[in-house]
C-alpha cells in the first residue's frame, strides 16, 4: 500500500499514453457491458411481478396457426387455472401501409369481460373499464402509447386490416398502466369474431392467455394443456408470457451466439490493447527497474508495482466505460422495442461485478509477461538496457 | 525526397510484438464489421436471387406475404388465369399458378425444440412453371397423394425431413419422397406438396394463398400488373417476384444495425490504440528522425513515411479481420422472415463489396490513428531530437 502514490505518479508519467488507453478501455468495456447487461436481461432474468403467473397457449407451428376456440374451456378445466382468455394478435396498418416505425404498436384482440382477470396489475379508473367493456368498437390503449401517439379518451382510431382482412374503427375508451408494458391497443374479441362471420370464416383463436393460481401450479399447467391436445388437429405449446415474448428473439437468428462472439471478440481486443501499452512502458522503464533493484527494492515488490500500475489503468478504464455503459442502456430503454426485456435495461450489480473483475483480470494478464520480465532481469543488464 | 518503404517495413519488423498486437486489434475490429455485413450481404443476395425477372406474385390487398393472404378457386379460374398476356406453358396451359402457402414446424439441427418452414401446396400448373428444379434425388411428389418434395436446404438442415422419412404436419404424416435444388436460394427452404392434399389438412375450404404468374414479355407485365392491380373483383396486390422477396430481406436489417455499431465503437478504441503504437514508434525514433532530418529529409517527407507506417498497420490488420471471417464464407445459416414466420436457409457471403468496405474502414482507422504522431514526428526539432534519450 505504501507504493500507491508511486503507481499512480507511474500511471500518470506518460499523460498522453494513459489518457488513449483509457479512453480505448473505457469504450470497450463500455460495449462489453451494454452487450453483457442485454444477455443478462434475454437469457438471465426473471419475469416481472405480475407476469411470473401468466401463461401463453399457442398453435405449436406458430401464432399465425389458429386453434379452435371451444380449446378455452378445456384449458380453464385444468387444475391450477385460475382464469383464461382468447387473446388474438391482430397487426394490421394504422395510418400508413408502409413499415414505419413511428406508427407501429401492437395491435391485439381480446376478451374483455376477464381481461383485467387476467392482467391484474393493470391500473385503469373503474368507468373507463366499464365503458370498455360495454362498447363492441371500445379499446384500450397503454399509457406509454397514449403519450406516444396522443390518443385520448373519445378519439377515433382507424385500422386497416393485414393478416385479417377486417378493417376496424374503434374508440378509445380507457388508458391503463402497467408496471412492465404499456404500449400496445387492445379491442374486444367480440368485434373481430363479427368481422370473420361476415367473411364466413369458421370462429378461432391465435392464442389462450391464462392466470395460474400459484407459481408452483406453472409446470403442472404447461404438461397438462399441452398433452391434452397433443393429438388434436391443432397440437398445443404453452409457456409463460415470459417465454412466449421471448420466444421471438429466435427470428433474428441465434442471438445468444451473436452476442457471445462479440462480446469475444471485444474482450480480446481490450486484452491487446491493454497488452500492447503495458508492454511499451514496462520497456521503457526497464533501466528504472535496475535502480530500484540498487535500491533494495525485491523482485516481488517490483512485480506488485507493474501490476499495480497496470491494473490501476484498466481500472479507471473500466469505471468510465461502465458509466457510459449505462448511460448506453438508457439510451437503449428508448428505443423501439423488439422484447419487454430491453425496456428495463440497466447494469445489474452481478454484470458490474463481472465486469470489474474482468478488467482487473485483463489488468494483470496483460502485464504479467513483460512485468515478469523486467522484474527478473539483473541488475547489471537493467542498467545496461537500452531501448 | 522520399523515405523509403523499406524503412517502415524493417520497422515493423523490428517491433513484432506491438507491430501484431496492434494490427490484430484493428482486424478484430474490422472482423466484426465484416461478419455482420457478410450475413446480410448473403441474406440478400438469397433474395435477390430468388426472383424470375418475368413473374408476378399475387396477393390479397394489404396482407403483405403469401403467408396472410388469401386467393379463391373461383377468382383464379374466372378473373386470373385466362388474361391476355399469360405466357404459356409447354402443354398449352397458362402459366398461372395457384398456390398455398403455411408453416410447418420441424426440429432441425440448430434448434431441436423445432424450427418452422414454409409448407407450399401447388397445382399441375406450379410443378411445370418450377423448370428451375432439379431432383437431386428421389422424384417429383404424386398428386393425390400424401407426398411433398423438400428443398436441399431442408433435407441437409433437418434431420427428419430426409428422402424416404414421413414428416408430420396438418392432419398427418407425409411421406418425403424427393429432394431438389433450385439456382432460387429461398426456394430451397420449402416443403412442397399437392395443393387439393394440403387445403383439407388446413380446413381452408376453397381459400388458397397467392397466386404466381409468369408474363410473355416486360410490356406484357406491365400490362397485366396494371390490369391485375386495377380489378375491382379481386382487390390484389401485384408484385413482381423480385420486389417481393427484396422486402423480406428486411429481417437482417436490425443484425447489420448492431453489427456496425459495436464496429464503429471497436473502431474509436483501436484507433486509440494505433495511436499509442505510433506514438511509440516516433518516441522511440526520435533520434531517427534528428538523423533523417540532417540527412537533408524534408519535415514532409518524415510526415509521409509515419503516416505510411500507420496505413501499413492497418492494411495488416484488415487483411487479419478478413481472414479471420473468411472460414465464415459460404456457412449455411436461417433467419426467420419477418413476414412469414418461417425459416429461410441462406449461407454467409464476404463479397468484393464487404472486402472493399472492410479494408476501407481499417484505412480509416489507421489513418486517424497515424495523423497526429506523424505530424508529432515532423514537427521535432532537428536539436532536440538528436539530443532525445
Known amino acids: ?387 | 525526397m522520399k523515405i523509403p518503404l523499406s524503412y517502415n517495413l524493417r520497422n515493423l519488423a523490428v517491433r513484432r510484438t506491438t507491430t501484431i498486437m496492434t494490427a490484430f486489434g484493428i482486424g478484430l475490429t474490422v472482423a466484426v464489421l465484416a461478419a455482420s455485413m457478410s450475413l446480410t450481404a448473403g441474406l440478400r443476395e438469397a433474395f435477390r436471387a430468388s426472383g424470375h425477372p418475368l413473374q408476378l406474385i399475387l396477393m390479397r390487398e394489404g396482407s403483405g406475404a403469401e403467408l396472410s393472404s388469401q386467393v379463391s378457386r373461383e377468382s383464379f379460374n374466372e378473373v386470373i388465369r385466362y388474361r391476355p398476356g399469360i405466357a404459356k406453358l409447354k402443354s398449352g396451359e397458362p402459366a398461372a399458378s395457384l398456390e398455398l402457402v403455411n408453416t410447418i414446424n420441424l426440429p432441425s439441427k440448430e434448434s431441436p425444440d423445432g424450427m418452422n418452414l414454409t409448407n407450399r401446396g401447388i397445382l399441375p400448373e406450379g410443378v411445370a412453371m418450377r423448370e428451375d428444379f432439379t431432383m437431386v434425388r428421389g422424384r417429383w411428389f404424386e398428386f393425390g397423394k400424401r407426398e411433398v418434395v423438400v428443398g436441399s436446404d431442408v433435407a441437409s438442415r433437418y434431420p427428419d425431413a430426409g428422402l424416404g422419412r414421413t414428416i408430420r404436419f396438418g392432419r398427418g404424416e407425409w411421406l418425403v419422397v424427393g429432394v431438389f435444388d433450385t439456382p432460387f436460394p429461398a426456394r430451397k427452404s420449402e416443403v412442397i406438396g399437392d395443393a387439393n392434399q394440403m387445403l383439407q389438412d388446413f380446413q381452408r375450404g376453397s381459400l388458397f394463398s397467392s397466386v404466381l404468374v409468369r408474363a410473355e414479355d416486360e410490356v406484357a407485365m406491365q400490362a397485366l400488373t396494371n390490369s391485375l392491380s386495377a380489378e375491382q373483383r379481386l382487390q390484389l396486390d401485384v408484385l413482381t417476384e423480385r420486389e417481393y422477396y427484396e422486402r423480406q430481406s428486411s429481417s437482417g436489417n436490425l443484425i447489420q444495425y448492431v453489427g456496425t455499431f459495436v464496429a464503429i465503437i471497436m473502431a474509436v478504441g483501436s484507433m486509440f490504440a494505433a495511436m499509442n503504437t505510433m506514438y511509440a514508434a516516433v518516441a522511440r525514433r526520435s533520434k531517427e528522425i534528428g538523423t533523417l532530418r540532417v540527412l537533408g529529409f524534408s519535415r514532409r517527407s518524415i510526415l509521409t513515411s509515419f503516416f505510411i507506417e500507420s496505413m501499413i498497420l492497418a492494411v495488416l490488420g484488415g487483411v487479419a479481420g478478413l481472414l479471420l471471417v473468411l472460414p465464415l464464407n459460404g456457412l449455411t445459416t436461417g433467419i426467420g422472415a419477418d413476414a412469414t414466420f418461417a425459416e429461410i436457409a441462406f449461407q454467409l457471403r464476404v463479397t468484393p463489396e464487404v472486402a472493399l468496405t472492410s479494408m476501407i474502414f481499417a484505412l480509416i482507422v489507421g489513418a486517424a490513428g497515424g495523423l497526429l504522431p506523424a505530424f508529432g514526428a515532423a514537427r521535432k526539432q532537428i536539436l532536440t531530437a538528436l539530443r532525445d534519450m
Open chain 1, 1 to 387: 500500500m505504501r507504493f500507491l502514490p508511486l503507481i499512480f505518479k507511474n500511471a500518470l508519467r506518460n499523460r498522453r499514453r494513459s489518457f488513449l488507453t483509457i479512453s480505448s478501455l473505457a469504450l470497450s468495456i463500455c460495449l462489453l457491458g451494454v452487450l453483457t447487461a442485454l444477455y443478462a436481461a434475454l437469457f438471465h432474468s426473471s419475469p416481472p411481478p405480475g407476469q411470473e403467473l401468466r401463461l401463453v397457449t399457442r398453435h405449436k407451428v406458430s401464432i399465425t396457426n389458429v386453434m379452435p376456440t371451444w380449446y378455452k374451456e378445456r384449458i380453464r378445466a385444468v387444475p391450477g387455472v385460475k382464469e383464461v382468455i382468447i387473446w388474438q394478435w391482430f397487426g394490421g396498418w394504422y395510418k400508413t401501409e408502409e413499415r414505419d416505425r413511428q406508427y407501429f404498436f401492437p395491435r391485439m384482440a381480446a376478451e374483455a369481460d376477464r381481461l383485467f382477470a387476467v392482467y391484474p396489475e393493470w391500473e385503469i379508473p373503474e368507468d373507463q373499464k366499464r365503458a370498455f367493456q360495454a362498447d363492441q368498437t371500445g379499446c384500450i390503449v397503454g399509457a406509454d402509447l397514449a403519450k406516444a401517439q396522443g390518443f385520448k379518451i373519445g378519439d377515433r382510431i382507424n385500422i386497416r386490416g393485414s393478416f385479417f382482412p377486417v378493417n376496424l374503427e374503434l374508440t378509445v375508451r380507457g388508458i391503463y398502466h402497467s408496471p412492465h408494458e404499456s404500449d400496445s391497443l387492445w379491442f374486444q374479441f367480440k368485434y373481430l369474431e363479427q368481422g370473420f362471420e361476415s367473411l364466413g370464416w369458421p370462429n378461432f383463436a391465435g392464442t389462450f392467455t391464462m392466470l395460474a393460481e400459484s407459481p408452483e401450479a406453472i409446470p403442472g399447467i404447461i404438461r397438462a394443456v399441452d398433452a391434452m391436445f397433443a393429438n388434436a388437429e391443432a397440437p398445443t405449446k404453452t409457456e409463460t408470457e415470459y417465454a412466449f415474448g421471448l420466444s421471438f428473439l429466435a427470428f433474428l437468428g441465434n442471438v445468444k451466439m451473436i452476442l457471445l462472439s462479440i462480446c469475444g471478440a471485444v474482450t480480446f481486443t481490450i486484452l491487446l490493447v491493454a497488452a500492447n501499452t503495458m508492454a511499451m512502458s514496462v520497456r521503457e522503464r526497464v533501466r528504472e527497474v535496475g535502480v530500484l533493484k540498487t535500491l533494495g527494492f525485491t523482485q516481488e515488490k517490483i512485480l506488485g508495482i507493474l501490476l499495480g500500475e497496470s491494473m490501476a489503468i484498466s481500472l479507471i478504464g473500466a469505471g468510465i466505460g461502465l458509466v457510459m455503459a449505462q448511460g448506453l442502456c438508457v439510451m437503449l430503454r428508448q428505443a423501439p422495442p423488439i422484447v419487454q426485456q430491453t425496456k428495463t435495461l440497466t447494469i445489474e450489480p452481478a454484470v458490474l461485478a463481472i465486469l470489474i473483475g474482468v478488467s482487473l483480470l485483463l489488468g494483470v494478464a496483460s502485464c504479467i509477461v513483460p512485468a515478469w520480465s523486467a522484474a527478473r532481469t539483473s541488475i547489471l543488464d537493467a542498467l545496461r538496457f537500452t531501448d
